[in-house]
């Protein structure tokens, strides 16, 4: 049945929302970047609101005290503003001791990502990694180096640090004029504009005195020989750097690059108006059977995320679904497919800018958190009319491993419900060696031991511990006939796992042994992410 009305409602919410997310190593300014941004939404009005989950200081009893005593914690996951007419949706992706696979979910749920560089680092570990997943769907990044305030790396060798080590090609839109103490603003080669800095900004929203083009002479008075210096970057600029390209940067092979100070507001505005200016609404999204367009009337959703609660009062778990087409009313009938089953879906979180209330819709790009008891697994689509499957959210290769101890034997039984049901929530993985019958839990953050022993007593009333076991990574096996993996499997059996849902796992205790085992089986497939069943 077509509906003209909700259709063009659709097309113009679609064209309004940006879905994105921050990819950061610890520390670069993820959280005072977010806080600005959220200013300049007017989704909150005062600094210092927006908290930073530093659990590496803190033991993992005092981490699941804070969540517990902040709820679900479900408000930090979505932060939702609204400027210049765009709905924009900050998903987070938590990156202390919280980084776990949740955090690569996540950036599978957006349309596009902002990179936040340390300006005195250049690119980490973390950042490398977060990177890696934005590849698997070409995901468009906008890049922020960050503390320009401070003494840090020259401007041309942090792109092409960023060039080397994340294979992204830079065009830079903005350029600094000095750093650390000589820091004097930016310099954006849009439109010729300078900003000035002034370090009294004291986090105001203020963007400092604006000039028009580099061959003002009034430069020189305001920048002494830091003018030459400017024209001369400008200049090896022009004949260095690539051009921006929009197309390129959409298809995820071209970063532009901003500079500034989010701790002071510098920067973060330009930033913001280029956001909006070039970063995609959302998107079509990939299923096993067709593309599904965001503009499509009928609604589909896929989850991407399941948060337990902590709070031992409210077993419940909240399933974070990305709208993918249509509209979501609150209350509406929507199908499980993994189970058959509608279910009407009438106390769910829609999260929303502060100011409003009242919201009871929900449009493509936005998420919403439903509350469930474990039915939901990850990667699970709802419809409203159409049998559907989203691809695209993938369990990871987990990259610490522990082995799982049972205290009391006659536990056994409920140590494997414990650990499958949590493993099928996506908190962590776990894997069955073929030669041998330990439980081994993989994941991509190591707090999530902790969490999941804590979970295990809280809600399986079983007494685990863990120890450690030489393992480097995981790798997903297959090959094009069964022949062939059955000998491999015959011939690297003491490697070999399986996975909670049975798939072949190949661990490696070093990278070289999973290296020379990939050289010697070239018609064994390794994949690093797994799609779920
Ligand atoms: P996150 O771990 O990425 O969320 O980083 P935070 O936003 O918590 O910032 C880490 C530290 O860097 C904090 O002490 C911030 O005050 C500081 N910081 C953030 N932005 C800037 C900046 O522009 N200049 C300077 N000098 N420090 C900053």
């Known amino acids: 049945m077509s509906n003209p009305a909700l259709a063009k409602e659709i097309q113009r919410e679609v064209a309004k929302r940006r879905t994105f997310g921050i990819i950061s190593h610890p520390d670069a300014g993820k959280t005072t970047l977010t806080e600005k941004l959220l200013l300049f939404g007017g989704a909150i009005s005062m600094a210092g609101t927006v908290k930073s989950r530093k659990a590496s200081r803190y033991a993992v009893s005092d981490w699941m005290a804070m969540e517990r005593e902040r709820g679900i914690s479900v408000t930090s996951s979505v932060m939702k503003f609204e400027y210049e007419g765009f709905e924009i949706n900050l998903l987070d992706t938590p990156g202390h001791a919280d980084f776990s696979e949740d ?186 059977t067709r593309e599904v367009e965001p503009t499509e009337t009928d609604f589909s959703g896929v989850v991407f995320k399941i948060q337990a609660n902590m709070d031992p009062r409210h077993r419940d778990r909240i399933a974070f679904m990305r709208i993918n087409s249509g509209k979501f009313v609150r209350g509406m009938k929507v199908m499980h497919h993994r189970i058959g089953k509608e279910i009407q879906i009438k106390d769910a979180t829609i999260f929303m800018a502060q100011d409003r209330s009242g919201v009871d819709v929900a449009y493509p790009g936005d998420i919403i958190g439903i509350h469930n008891h474990g039915t939901i697994k990850i990667g699970d689509t709802f419809t409203d009319r159409e049998s559907l499957k989203f691809t695209g959210i993938p369990n990871f290769a987990p990259e610490h491993f522990r082995r799982v101890r049972l205290k009391d034997p006659m536990k056994a039984k409920q140590l494997q419900k414990g650990l499958l049901q949590l493993a099928e929530e996506g908190a962590v993985q776990l894997f069955r060696p073929l030669t041998n019958s330990d439980y081994i839990m993989g994941a991509v953050g190591v707090l999530q031991f902790e969490v999941i022993v804590a979970r295990l007593k809280d809600e399986y009333n079983v007494d685990a511990a863990y120890e450690p076991v030489n393992l480097h990574t995981a790798r997903w096996v297959s090959a094009k006939d069964t022949k062939t993996l059955d000998t491999f499997r015959k011939n690297y059996m003491g490697d070999l796992a399986e996975d909670a849902q049975g798939e072949l796992v190949f661990l490696p205790n070093s990278m070289w042994r999973l290296e020379s085992t990939t050289e010697r089986c070239p018609e064994i497939t390794f994949a690093k992410t797994r799609e779920h069943n």
């Open 103 to 288: 955090t690569y979910r996540v950036l599978t749920a957006v349309d596009s990502a902002l990179m936040v560089i340390d300006s005195a680092k250049g690119v980490e570990t973390q950042t490398k990694k977060l990177m890696d997943v934005c590849r698997l769907r070409d995901t468009p990044i906008i890049s922020f180096i960050n503390k320009m305030d401070r003494d840090g790396l020259e401007p041309f060798d942090l792109l092409a640090d960023i060039e080397q080590n994340l294979k992204i090609e830079c065009t830079p839109l903005t350029w600094p004029i000095g750093m650390g103490k000589e820091f004097r603003g930016t310099y954006s080669l849009v439109d010729n504009k300078l900003h000035l800095f002034s370090a009294d900004h004291g986090g105001r929203i203020q963007q400092g005195i604006v000039f028009d083009g580099a061959d003002d002479p009034r430069l020189d008075e305001y920048l002494g020989r830091q003018a030459q210096q400017l024209r001369d970057d400008i200049e090896l600029i022009s004949g260095a750097a690539n051009p921006f390209d929009k197309e390129r940067y959409l298809r995820g092979e071209q970063t532009p690059v901003f500079f500034g100070s989010a701790i002071n507001n510098f920067g973060v505005q330009e930033l913001l108006d280029n956001f909006i200016r070039l970063a995609p609404g959302p998107g079509p999204r990939p299923t096993t």
